[in-house]
């Protein structure tokens, strides 16, 4: 058998400074077949090489009647670069203006031509790309020359301040309610997130001093109910459960009056999700809004949905009026687009 690299996988799992290693497998005498690797095998039990001290602790456990896990190995971490091609083809736009004097309508085609693509290639909206491009073109044209600052990095610039003017230029706090519990309604697509996102911004919460409640509102999806109890336990967060033979509205009124009896300040409501936006969900949607009457109402957003999340905000925020959204999974594979669609929508 060849050699095989094993490199990703144990470089994802444990920080050593031996990165890979190969392994082979030989023929013995006969049929017989033994394996061969870093550490090297007799009989049933192995020997390990004394040059490589994580194998031979590893090792070691592996072979110890109790197996027991410990962190004292921290595992390296691996990051997924949300904007990293975005970046990739904005740093190829700028090299086009090399040599450039002054930023002119005719040497600036190019470079806008790769930032639209770049754009497009991360999953943003087609109308928030042209709005974009349009904003940053008119601004480029004709802007007068910086001493000392070349025309590459006063494009740059530009296309900096306008991609924080596109996620808002400024960060955007909860609303909490001057008396009575805030209530924070969550909305979504299924799959998306909402009931690990109730527990987690309870979490962020219950870490400012506010004391809060989450209600079991999805009386759909199988274990949902029993997700969120176990996930308030965790946290350390009461969870309000009415069973699955209860309509949500009814769930969100009494959950809503259970929190006020115990005088909590903030009351996290968890809906059912659809596979897709119909009818039904968004009438439900309105029944629990109209009883909740709440202070937030955050569209959760799965980070990879891309250029259909301007579409998806767009219905939501018609249908029931949204006052912020919330972006999952971002240490997915994700390319940053619905991050900017969402935003500017």
């Known amino acids: 058998m060849e050699a095989v690299q094993v490199s990703a996988v144990a470089s994802r799992h444990f920080s050593t400074t031996n990165r890979s290693f190969h392994c082979n497998s030989r023929k013995l005498a006969g049929k017989s077949t033994k394996f061969v690797s870093a550490w090297t095998g007799s009989g049933s039990s192995a020997r390990l090489s004394s040059r490589n001290l994580f194998t031979q602790e590893i090792w070691s456990r592996i072979n110890s009647k109790n197996v027991s896990l410990r962190r004292d190995y921290k595992r390296s971490l691996v990051r997924a670069e949300m904007f990293g091609q975005l970046t990739s083809g904005l740093e190829a736009a700028w090299t086009k203006l090399k040599g450039e004097e002054v930023l002119t309508k005719e040497n600036i085609v190019e470079p806008m031509r790769d930032i639209r693509r770049a754009l497009l290639e991360a999953d943003v909206s087609l109308p928030v790309v042209r709005r974009f491009v349009q904003a940053v073109s008119d601004q480029a044209v004709g802007v007068g020359l910086i001493r000392g600052v070349k025309p590459d990095q006063q494009l740059v610039k530009i296309v900096h301040d306008e991609l924080v003017r596109l996620m808002g230029g400024e960060v955007s706090e909860l609303v909490f309610a001057k008396s009575g519990p805030t209530v924070i309604l969550l909305a979504g697509l299924q799959g998306v997130g909402k009931t690990t996102v109730s527990a987690k911004l309870a979490y962020y919460l219950k870490k400012q001093g506010k004391s809060c409640m989450l209600v079991a509102g999805d009386v759909y999806r199988p274990a949902a109910i029993d997700q969120l109890v176990i996930l308030g336990e965790q946290v350390g967060v009461a969870v309000y459960t009415a069973g699955t033979e209860v309509k949500p509205s009814e769930i969100a009124k009494q959950g809503l009056n259970e929190a006020k009896r115990k005088n909590m300040d903030v009351v996290i409501v968890d809906t059912a999700g659809r596979l897709q936006i119909d009818k039904t ?41 949204i006052t912020g959204a919330i972006l999952t999974k971002l240490d997915g594979d994700s390319r940053g687009g619905a991050a900017l669609s969402v935003k500017e929508v």
């Open 281 to 321: 969900m968004m009438d439900e949607l309105k029944d629990v809004k109209r009883v909740l009457n709440p202070t937030e109402v955050l569209l959760v957003v799965d980070a990879m949905t891309g250029q259909e999340a301007a579409a998806l905000v767009t219905t939501f925020n018609i249908e029931i009026g």
